[in-house]
């Protein structure tokens, strides 16, 4: 016969959790080993707790068992030493969880093809962790997502067992703001909002990061943490369509936009810069805001202004195209049968995620107008293979002088610090820049804004 248990009461679940939080002897778990993920459990690890990373994975649990890290941000020279000391080791098996005292959850959240969010990687983490759950836990859930989702989808799965938030255990959400590639702003140094389904929820939020992140931000509830991180995307992704407008604007009417942010982004107060570009990429701007828009619409709402920021946004790789044909035309070319180097496919400057990048969009429609196409991108070397693009398989091209004078056109997608511009313009005959990345470079090239 077993003994019978001895069941804490609330209090003493959040006196014995909190106690181990502050001694950080807390054994903390990270859900998806990504690029949130893993400096999460990074940062925790330098912090002095011991942290188990789960991941469907076996190549990234392998990766990270071996000290080799494959996220750009997390040099192999940190994440090695956590992982010799013992402080950091990765698996797939769910039943870690059953050792676990906190759970941050950082699975994707992608869009389904009808632009519906895609919840299918929260559901099947939250299915694996309720099945090994046990009281005296503190879940946060880092995916970004629609208000609603910590309350309405996470919580009933946990609570299956008849435990109780905010008594039995504790469940937050907490939106991850990581920014992949900024030397200055990272995990640590990124203020942290945290919103709990009940008060001691987010108390035991606070006090958690607050081991190991410099600034807390607590809010009164998940659904206000889950809309934080809408409002700064949304806010980013309609700035960028605004700034696109007037970038087509300032194209017809023949005056240069950069020159133009440039001057207005001297007013101290009221403006910030927003840049145009080649269109939206990465996990975040273009997918975030239709979680708004779904949301909205249980609501009997519609998003206007995300819908035309959309719309603008993604019209910008083809606009590119149509600038790129026009100047190879001028150079008494057509686009058919041209041999033309895209320079960059990650989506933003010195990283290595090419997710959503459009770069595979204005690659995709130059092939179907009959281009060569290639690319150079020094931080991807082989395309991955895309969702949208299953087909788009190559390797990047080696830049050399004479590599750059046999292409009839070269396109700036991304602006890479590892470019050499004036190398770039010296050897090719025609640059198309989206980014404005050879101003100032030196250069026979012709060069066109786009
Ligand atoms: N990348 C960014 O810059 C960024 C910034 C802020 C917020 N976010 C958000 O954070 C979340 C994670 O994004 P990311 O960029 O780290 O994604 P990612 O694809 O780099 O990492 C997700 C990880 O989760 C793993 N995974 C998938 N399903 C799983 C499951 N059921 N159980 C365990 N692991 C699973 C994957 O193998 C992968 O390693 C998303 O919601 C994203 O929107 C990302």
Redesign the pocket.
């Known amino acids: 016969m077993s003994e019978p248990q001895v069941v804490p009461s609330p209090a003493a679940t959040a006196e014995m959790l909190a106690s181990r939080i502050r001694s950080r002897t807390a054994r903390v778990g990270i859900?998806?080993?990504?690029?949130?993920?893993l400096p999460l459990a990074v940062e925790f690890a330098r912090a002095g707790f011991s942290v188990t990373g789960?991941?469907?994975?076996a190549d990234?649990a392998k990766k990270v068992n071996s000290g080799d890290s494959y996220i750009g941000d997390i040099p192999t020279a940190t994440l090695a030493p956590l992982v010799e000391a013992g402080k950091l080791r990765a698996t797939t098996d769910f039943s870690a969880v059953l050792e676990l005292d906190t759970i941050n959850i950082?699975?994707?959240?992608p869009l389904r093809k009808t632009k519906d969010p895609d919840m299918s990687?929260i559901v099947?983490?939250c299915q694996?962790i309720a099945r090994h759950f046990h009281a005296g836990t503190l879940v946060i859930l880092?995916?970004?997502?629609y208000p609603g989702t910590t309350d309405e989808l996470v919580l009933p799965m946990l609570s299956k067992g008849g435990l109780e938030a905010g008594k039995d255990f504790f469940l937050c959400f907490s939106?991850?703001?990581?920014?992949?590639g900024n030397p200055k702003y990272q995990t640590s140094n990124i203020p942290k909002v945290v919103g709990g389904c009940t008060a001691a929820c987010t108390e035991m939020g606070r006090l958690f990061y607050s081991q190991a992140l410099e600034k807390v931000v607590p809010v009164s509830s998940t659904q206000v943490a889950e809309m934080v991180?809408l409002l700064e995307n949304t806010f980013r992704m309609i700035n960028i369509g605004l700034v696109n407008e007037i970038a087509l604007m300032c194209d017809r009417m023949g005056i240069n936009v950069w020159e133009v942010i440039d001057a207005a982004k001297t007013k101290p107060f009221g403006y910030q810069a927003f840049y145009p570009g080649p269109g939206l990429g990465?996990?975040?701007i273009p997918?975030?805001p239709f979680y708004l828009t779904w949301v909205a619409r249980q609501y009997g709402l519609t998003t206007r202004f995300i819908e035309l920021a959309g719309e603008v946004n993604t019209a910008m790789p083809a606009f590119v195209v149509s600038k790129l044909t026009d100047a190879l035309n001028d150079n008494g070319k057509p686009v058919k049968g041209s041999k033309v180097l895209l320079l960059g496919m990650a989506y933003k400057k010195n990283v290595d995620?090419a997710r959503e990048s459009p770069g595979f969009e204005i690659m995709e429609m130059l092939l179907k107008k009959g281009a060569r196409v290639e690319y150079n991108d020094p931080h991807i070397p082989t395309l991955p293979p895309m969702r949208h693009y299953p087909t788009l398989r190559m390797a990047s091209r080696e830049l050399t002088p004479e590599y750059l004078a046999r292409c009839d056109a070269v396109v700036v997608v991304t602006d890479h610090a590892a470019f050499d511009w004036d190398f770039v313009l010296k050897h090719a005959a025609l640059v198309v820049d989206t980014r404005n990345a050879t101003h100032g470079a030196i250069g026979a090239a012709r060069v066109v804004r786009a």
């Open positions: 859900v998806g080993l990504g690029y949130v993920g789960i991941d469907v994975s990234k950082c699975v994707p959240t990687f099947s983490s694996e880092e995916s970004t997502t939106p991850e703001r990581v920014d992949p991180k990465g996990h975040c997918i975030d995620d």
